[in-house]
């Protein structure tokens, strides 16, 4: 009896193994590669003929002429490898009172913003950490900073940042948004960067 009871269950076991790691994988994937190949093979993005970056995974920019990103806590800030966010709610009292209150300092101190008037996204970070878009109130509070350092007009800038800005998927999910390293990326085709900024893609400029 306990044989007639192992075979088929040994059966079943591989039959679902090869239904389920082999073909079910394997169909997607053709399927993917064949319809859509650049979502399916990461959405890399190139300049000059290098791949700088993924139009879906967030990267950090620190310089004055590039848009920044929010704020990330995947690793020690958009580390791909370890995509997570600090897990702290609301009424943790480290989010707010170290953190975000932290940023927010830093922000009216360098004459970014004032207190009331922070996007949420430029204090908190997304909850994967790897989060590519940035709100465009977020964008337009960084205008300023940007055609400063580019020596720009800033209603050029500004004029950029609105043309880049995506609306809601279908009309009605999300929000606006502006991917950053697409805008960046803008920004160097058509502003010069300041003298000594290199000639690297925004990739290599962390």
């Known amino acids: ?22 073909a079910y994988p394997g169909l997607v994937t053709g399927i993917a590669q064949v319809l859509f190949p650049r979502q399916a093979n990461g959405s890399l993005v190139e300049v000059g003929g290098r791949v700088v970056g993924s139009e879906i995974i ?47 300092d ?8 004032t207190k009331g008037q922070v996007p949420a996204d430029m204090v908190t970070a997304s909850a994967s950490g790897l989060d590519p878009h940035i709100s465009p109130a ?9 055609a400063q350092a580019r020596n720009a007009d800033p209603a050029a ?14 009309g009605f999910f999300g929000e606006p948004r502006v991917n950053v390293l697409m805008l960046n990326i803008a920004l160097d085709s058509l502003f010069p960067r300041p003298a000594g900024a290199g000639a690297t893609p925004p990739a290599t400029q962390p």
Not at 6 to 22: E, N, S
Not at 67 to 74: E, G, L
Not at 106 to 113: D, I, P, T
Not at 138 to 146: E, I, K
């Open 138 to 146: 977020n964008a337009r509070l960084q205008v300023t900073r940007v």
């Open 1 to 22: 009896m306990l044989r007639k009871q192992l075979r088929p269950a040994i059966v079943m076991t591989l039959l679902l193994c090869v239904i389920t790691g082999l």
């Open 58 to 104: 967030g990267q950090p920019f620190t310089q004055a002429w590039y848009f920044h990103p929010r704020p990330s806590a995947a690793g020690a800030g958009y580390d791909a490898t370890a995509s997570a966010g600090t897990n702290k709610g609301p009424t943790d009292t480290k989010l707010a009172d170290t953190l975000i209150a932290g940023r927010v």
């Open 157 to 170: 800038v500004q004029q950029l940042v609105d043309a880049r800005t995506e609306g809601r998927q279908f």
């Open 106 to 113: 830093s922000l009216v101190a360098a004459g970014v913003v």
